[in-house]
């Protein structure tokens, strides 16, 4: 089955200067990707009528389906509406029913409205009018030759309401769409090449229909599989037939699916177990307990934490012994160890994490360069430790070691380490 | 004078289907901006040859500046590095240079390379090699015909240090950039539209050649002024005139200019002023921690922090008095001042913060809904507190309620509040 090809462009010189962040075709892109359409373009386009008109040429040729934002104000600049009208071959023209929704959104919220208020209810005659219950600026839908467009307001919320209310209901009764089907699985503590190595032979014996890609971001790697087909419940049953295969490969990296977290899944494993957290961080700096305290109701199982970021306060919060500082320095095996108990005992809980390093850029030595940070999980009866050998850099640093103890209380809580 | 124009293309499947967003685009045309290159297109395509390499040939007719990010991984799906050889009619050859790189990148992290990550240092024939400090995946820098075309990584650390390392400082010289002078005003505590009002004379009567852009972002807004002109040094003069003009209105909101951020702003004040700090977190989670102690140095003035997430923690760490937070709960101005005291005693800091609030989604009463949050700072002799009213959102509430905290102490040390 061919699938419905679409493109977004978004329309607006403060785009193209950096002024705004186009979060819309980011969130349309999800969406359409949820029902089994291919965005296949993002365009991005100035307040310009040479570029517009050029985007909207070749969006025609590529696309079936061309979702518009921006360029839908009431001033000057917004040249949206003017221009769908000039491709389409039609005029812009009252459209009753338009002028009256925009007069009674000014009513009800108890401003005045100015004649170019009045205007955005004028309407290429060609166009569907789609109201905009949250703004002033209404969608509009075109069809020609098979191929369907939709203009939008760039401002988020009035974009989301149109797509959810109007284009999302609407496409299954105008384009065939396929049976679709994703699943994603999440890995820390493996970089993509490795990954890649490890799972090739699986991979390279994919069934044509089931596509894997490969989304690393820092210290996580996400592989999604995508598959197509007739029937959305042998679609399910094949993925996991497929996972199911992988997974003894890789199963000691994998702390989740779809839409979890490091964190929600330390969370969930936490929660169910009853178990508690607790958390010293030094070269982490409070990175770690922010991430953990992201999650809500993470109060169940998070006690609390400790930044003792000098040796001093190691010493008279944490218990670590000052000849241990002395001897092995705070960057060390035996500091993070000393930390990671210190911390379970001072909040009671069941699992102790600890950090410490060199964040950087300052504070290398020969022995310990930029980037040597030690970390440490502590649990009734145990210690487990970790070295890592970072970057340069210091946020990268941070970040890195955030991922790096939650996937440790992770591994220490499976009994990987074992 | 006529600006040079770019094009941006993103490449990647994952960028079509949503599931990772570009903030690459945004960032370059950010920087671009700022140097005063006319961004005139972003485009974002597939893992598809075909696609590509139209991006190409389309990016070569509009622009004199092609950037392009992304699909430079070691895996099957990224094209970028053939498609680019393709494109510019040579042949994908070993750079030895390159291959040292990489090699000398896992050497350095202590890791094993695949043979994957040796091709990594194969680079069309046809291209200046670009190394990457940062990562594994070479930039590419190609002339042809009076135009220039970087390749850079997707991962957005990488391409940054690409862009600012090599693409930056090469532009002056192989193109004529305009004379441009930027200056940032730093302001918090105030919202876009109040600042506005407060500042509208002024704005009405910059002169033609300087501009004034608002830039708000969670709790802060940035005021940039932009001047065009002919001589760099008349134009510096000119803007810090017209700064010089406004600050009286607004000096109170002001926390620095240009590249500085609450946080270094901070760090700058405790630093010359010899004073330290403390922090007592409870609805922020350590991430105010995270944010002073992303600053490089800051050791020097920040001692360390607790998060007390359950209130038992808060008595038998910070030593606040069990009846207070009987009597006026753990989100109250009673609470967040002895922990705030308790903090700062617990760590012999100068100053103490704290924050204690309903981040949220659960944990509102009628009383005291979610986003109700309480902050403080003490200090020899006073103890400064805030209510804010904030969001439905838990991660909004966690990084407002950060920003706010650093402002207290920012007007608490300049003695504003007084």
């Known amino acids: 089955m061919k699938l419905v090809r679409a493109e977004i462009i978004a329309i607006g010189d403060e785009l193209l200067y950096g002024q705004i962040m186009d979060t819309n075709s980011h ?10 359409v291919k965005v296949v373009r993002k365009t991005t386009v100035g307040d310009n009528r040479t570029d517009i008109l050029a985007a909207f040429a070749a969006a025609e040729e590529r696309a079936d389906l ?12 917004d040249l949206t509406k003017p221009l769908l009208a000039e491709y389409f071959g039609c005029e812009v023209v009252e459209f009753p029913e338009a002028v009256e929704a925009v007069t009674s959104f000014f009513k009800r919220r108890g401003r005045e409205m100015t004649q170019l208020n009045i205007l955005q209810g004028h309407l290429p005659s060609c166009c569907t009018y ?35 209310d109007f284009v999302l209901p609407t496409l299954p009764k105008v384009v065939a769409l396929p049976v679709i089907y994703h699943k994603v699985i999440k890995t820390a503590g493996i970089g993509e090449s490795w990954l890649a190595d490890l799972i090739k032979d699986w991979e390279n014996n994919l069934p044509e229909h089931i596509r894997l890609a490969y989304l690393p971001s820092l210290g996580h790697v996400k592989l999604r599989l995508t598959a197509f087909g007739e029937n959305l419940k042998t ?6 037939e497929q996972i199911e295969e992988v997974m003894p490969i890789i199963d000691k990296y994998v702390y989740g699916f779809n839409s979890e977290t490091l964190e929600t899944a330390i969370g969930n494993l936490l929660k169910n177990a009853g178990k508690t957290l607790a958390l010293a961080e030094s070269c982490s700096g409070g990175y770690v307990s922010h991430l953990v305290t992201t999650v809500p109701g993470s109060s169940a199982y998070f006690q609390g934490s400790v930044v003792p970021y000098h040796n001093q306060f190691k010493e008279s919060i944490l218990g670590v012994q000052s000849q241990t500082l002395e001897t092995f320095g705070a960057v060390s095996e035996e500091t993070v160890k000393e930390m990671a108990n210190g911390v379970r005992k001072l909040f009671k809980a069941d699992f102790g994490l600890s950090s410490s390093g060199v964040a950087g850029p300052d504070g290398g030595t020969e022995e310990k360069p930029v980037g040597t940070v030690w970390i440490a999980c502590a649990g009734e009866g145990f210690v487990e430790t970790r070295k890592l050998q970072l970057t340069q850099d210091r946020m990268l640093n941070i970040q890195q070691t955030g991922v790096a103890v939650l996937n440790l209380l ?9």
Chains 1, 2 share one sequence.
């Open 130 to 164: 789609v109201p905009n219950e949250v703004g002033t600026a209404p969608g509009m839908w075109f069809e020609r030759g098979g191929k369907y467009w939709m203009s939008m307001p760039g401002v988020p919320h009035e974009m989301k309401k149109l797509m959810k």
């Open 27 to 36: 969130w349309i892109s999800q969406e359409l990707d949820l029902v089994g």
């Open 410 to 418: 992770r591994v220490c809580f499976s009994g990987n380490n074992k």
């Open 66 to 77: 061309i979702l518009i934002t921006g360029g839908l104000g009431p001033t000057q600049d």
């Open 235 to 240: 679609l399910e049953d094949e993925v996991d």
